[in-house]
Nanobody, 118 residues
Framework: QVQLVESGGGLVQPGRSLRLSCAVT????????WAWYRQAPGKQREMVAS???????HYPDSVKGRFTISRDNAENTFYLQMNDLKSEDTAVYYC????????????WGQGTQVTVSS
């Protein structure tokens, strides 16, 4: 059974950085396309970063240049480096498959809360 465990969130001031981790068990991360998503209160879940099996990355304009997704195959983990955080980045962040390629996702983890506030 595949499990996704997100961590690394917290409360930070605008302009600061955080690195989120997604520890994956039950499947080898190398062989799948992955993504980070976020859901702010009252809003739909949105994708904020994706990485293909060939390590091609994609970001929406809202985070491009600030967020970086990466993968550590040895640790079976992938990451989201978030720099220059803004208040609008406040949300619960989740990791999962990039369903645009797979057509499905695994069960969602608990997510990790990121709050950007002065």
């Amino acid at each position: 059974q595949v499990q996704l465990v997100e961590s690394g969130g917290g409360l930070v001031q605008p302009g600061r950085s955080l690195r989120l981790s997604c520890a994956v068990t039950g499947v080898i991360v190398t062989f799948k396309p992955w993504a980070w998503y976020r859901q702010a209160p009252g809003k739909q879940r949105e994708m904020v970063a994706s990485i293909t099996r060939g390590d091609t990355t994609h970001y929406p304009d809202s985070v491009k240049g600030r967020f970086t997704i990466s993968r550590d195959n040895a640790e079976n983990t992938f990451y989201l480096q978030m720099n220059d955080l803004k208040s609008e980045d406040t949300a619960v962040y989740y990791c999962n498959l990039d369903a645009r390629y797979t057509g499905n996702r695994y069960a969602w983890g608990q997510g990790t809360q990121v709050t950007v506030s002065s």
